[in-house]
């Protein structure tokens, strides 16, 4: 079944937001929620849901999916991530980026 998210007057938007391993949970949390209570675009039926979702290579991450209008969607998860960002930063919450450790083993010539 397909179905057409545009036909209905409500979308969720879903974001998945990923802090460090050293980063505090409980703050970055309620740093988001205070984010999404502030958002006045935000529908509050259905609730906004927040959790962690995964315990990622390189990050802890959250799930973060409130309610809009249709027509506020993409502008809503525009500002949604970029007020994140901006405040994850004043509050020092690492957004790690994916890392490999690379072991280089030489051989030893022998002659």
């Keep these: 079944m397909i179905k057409n998210v545009t036909a209905y007057d409500t ?63 993409w502008p809503v998860r525009f500002e949604l991530t970029r007020k994140i960002k901006e405040v994850f930063d004043e509050n020092n919450i690492e957004i790690p980026f994916p890392q490999q450790t690379v072991h280089v083993i030489s051989e030893t010539s022998h002659t």
């Design 11 to 73: 979308r969720r938007v879903d974001l998945v937001i990923g802090i460090g391993y050293s980063s505090d949970i409980q703050k970055a949390y309620d740093v988001m929620s205070d984010i999404i209570n502030k958002e006045p675009r935000i529908l509050p039926d259905p609730p906004s849901q927040i959790a962690v979702s995964e315990l990622a290579d390189s990050s802890v991450n959250f799930v973060v999916r409130p309610w809009v209008k249709k027509e506020d969607y």
